[in-house]
DNA sequence: CTGGGGGCAT
DNA sequence: ATGCCCC
């Protein structure tokens, strides 16, 4: 089980205090991907303008397209007027998109398992361990020199800026495999963390990559105009952040932290406010396989049971298909609907799930396929009833059904590994192709990839993921300790944000300190004599919550009051501001502190998420428990 | 007439 | 089960 003890042991003595804090991210952005997808599947498109099309929308079109003023997410009405001789290939059926997504996300991990998916497209990756190991391995390391753009074009040399200026040499590496390999172009992104580097990876847009280095953090962030564009801010929170007189980036970064603690609460309002200012101490999560597999299906109307029923049937049958690929086991089903309503247009969908027998689930793992479709039909028909009145009229406009809740079967060996199948090679590729199949090659797959440059030892690029995010990123720090000779690199939850000579940068306050002695906490490079000539309330923002690393994401790297206090009294968290706190509303004084209470036995049993599920993690993501073990479960045994 | 996925937190 | 987020 989790021990906390284990940890304390090892972590600074194999990490050596002068271990940078800053990481280096990489993020990776598909050019046009379905579109590519498809080019490489007819190669004479590639000449001719390309739109995908899903229902009566292009969900994406080639350059070609895009030169002639197609755009993605255009009605294909509107893309056929602007463009006429506009090729149309339809994209509703995800399936070579899906296996082309994996093979993509693969390579990256044969490189460095920490590959973290966005999408089908994206991909995020932590390499700092591999940059350190190249730092180490090259003693004339002083004069690498940027590949690819530097954002704003600017370049002071600092040994992080150093770091990811090997960081932009791996990005280039990795694209140059993933298009020779695969035949895919893409955009990179180098930063120090995921929100900075999926930015800036955008910068130039086909086909390039770009290193944001900390003096150009505000820059990036400031050219970004609308809140809707940081990452992290969704529609509904752009509104509510616009209801509170807020539309750019610059609007957050400058609201009072206490007004966005009324709107949000607190943990919401400090990442909102971190990801105005760039920082973003959230972790590189490995994706390993997939927690859940659906098919849907959208239409303008279905109002007949038997059609529901046909439907079902057919999405079914082949979400069934792809389980059983897939080789776990589902142990939930879902179904989704989405009703038609000319009012409430706007997508509100319901669902109903239930468990799914086990001799149900058998079948589909072990073949009878046709058997568990007829058998989940029924069960999926039981939920519809639960949903939809079938006695009355309705209008249902989408049907989705969906496997969760996946278990392997086997613990051991033998069993085909769950993400096998999307990381598997077909068999008709006509190249020869890296195998990454056996537990040893996971360790040395760098002999099979015949790395030429990135001679990276994969043990190097191993970066525990603290507690996965379903154990809940708020006690990560109580995650596993190493048990496979891999380090607890408490290093790695902090994070340290570099923020080049913004104001923000004063990160690393420590709570509840005096003034006085909290302008020790100024990092570095700020300089103590400038902080004091800042006005008061602009000295107390700086020091607020939203600019510590907040205790939900990790520890500092120095010494550091634990994250909740001791006492048995229920005090304030360790990373919140006093000052911050007692100028709230007493209400919502009154509910953090509640909250806090509540979560503080929790400290102690990180296995408290009260669900029954007393889980043996053995099912869940591979960086949930032990990155190693439950890592090689993930490639085929062979 | 905004698609077909996927994720997390509550 | 729903709502938010991402692409």
């Known amino acids: 089980m989790d021990n906390i003890g284990e940890d304390s042991e090892d972590d600074d003595s194999v990490n050596k205090i002068t271990t940078p804090s800053s990481r280096v991210i990489l993020h990776f952005d598909l050019d046009c991907f379905y579109a590519q997808v498809e080019m490489i599947k007819n190669p004479a498109l590639r000449e001719l303008p390309l ?95 940027f590949k690819g753009h530097v954002y704003n074009n600017i370049n002071t040399k600092t040994p992080d800026n150093l ?22 172009t893409g955009c990179a992104g180098i930063a120090t963390n995921k929100l900075l580097a999926k930015l800036v990876s955008g910068t130039f847009k086909p086909n390039q990559q770009t290193v944001l280095l900390p003096e150009s953090v505000s820059d990036i962030m400031g050219c970004l105009g609308g809140l809707r564009r940081v990452p992290g801010v969704g529609h509904q929170t752009a509104k509510r952040l616009q209801a509170l007189g807020l539309v750019g980036v610059l609007d957050l970064q400058m609201c009072p932290i206490s007004d966005l603690v009324t709107e949000f609460g607190l943990p919401t309002a400090q990442r909102l406010k971190n990801l105005s200012l760039g920082l973003d101490n959230s972790p590189v999560t490995s994706s390993g396989a997939p927690q859940s597999l659906s098919d849907e299906d959208s239409f303008r109307k279905m109002s007949l049971t038997q059609e529901v029923l046909d439907k079902i049937r057919e999405l079914l049958s082949s979400l069934v298909k792809r389980m059983q690929k897939d080789g776990r086991q589902p142990h939930t089903f879902r179904l989704t609907i989405r009703r038609h309503s000319a009012t409430n247009k706007w997508f509100s969908r319901e669902s109903r799930q239930c468990p799914i027998p086990n001799h149900i689930g058998k079948k589909i793992t072990s073949g009878f396929s046709d058997e568990a479709v007829s058998q989940l039909v029924s069960l999926a028909m039981k939920l519809f009833d639960k949903m939809v009145d079938s006695s009355a009229a309705f209008h249902i406009t989408l049907i989705n059904v969906c496997f969760c ?126 902080f004091k000539l800042l006005p008061e309330d602009i000295q107390k923002e700086l020091l607020s919550p939203a600019y510590v690393e907040s205790v939900s994401d990790g520890l500092s790297k120095s010494p550091r009051p634990p994250p909740f206090p001791q006492s048995s009294d229920c005090e304030i968290p360790g990373n919140v501001d006093p000052t911050v706190f007692s100028e709230l509303p007493l209400d919502v004084q009154r509910e953090l502190m509640s909250e806090w209470k509540q979560h503080k036995p929790v400290l102690k049993s990180p296995s408290f998420r009260k669900s029954g599920r007393t889980t043996t993690d053995k099912d869940r993501k591979p960086a949930a428990k032990n990155s190693q073990t439950n890592l090689l479960k993930f490639f085929k045994p062979n």
């Open 51 to 145: 739109g995908i099309q899903q229902k009566y929308i292009l969900v994406t079109c080639n350059y070609v397209a895009r030169e002639r003023g197609v755009t993605k997410l255009m009605s294909v009405t509107d893309a056929k007027e602007k463009c006429p001789e506009l090729v149309l290939v339809k994209g509703e059926d995800l399936t070579h998109y899906r296996e082309m997504s994996y093979k993509v996300t693969e390579l990256l991990m044969s490189f460095c398992p920490l590959v973290e998916r966005l999408g089908f497209d994206e991909n995020f990756m932590d390499v700092t361990e591999m940059v350190e190991r190249k730092l180490a391995d090259t003693p004339k390391s002083d004069s690498v020199s």
């Open 163 to 184: 770091r990811l200026a090997v960081g932009s040499h791996i990005a280039a590496e990795l694209r140059e495999e993933m298009y020779t390999r695969l035949g895919l």
């Open 405 to 530: 809740n996946l278990q392997s079967r086997s613990t051991g060996m033998g069993g085909k590994g769950s993400i096998s199948s999307f990381f598997a090679r077909s068999t008709s590729s006509p190249r020869k192709t890296p195998k990454i199949s056996t537990q040893n090659q996971v360790m040395s797959s760098h002999i099979d990839l015949e790395m030429k440059s990135i001679k990276i030892n994969h043990q190097y690029c191993f970066r525990r993921t603290l507690g996965s995010k379903r154990r809940g990123k708020k006690f990560n720090f109580t995650a596993p300790s190493s048990s496979h000779g891999f380090t607890w690199n408490k290093r790695f939850v902090v994070g340290g944000e570099e923020v080049g000579n913004f104001p923000s940068n004063v990160a690393e306050c420590k709570p509840q300190e005096t003034k006085s002695s909290v302008i020790h906490q100024l990092r570095p490079n700020v300089d103590p004599e400038v």
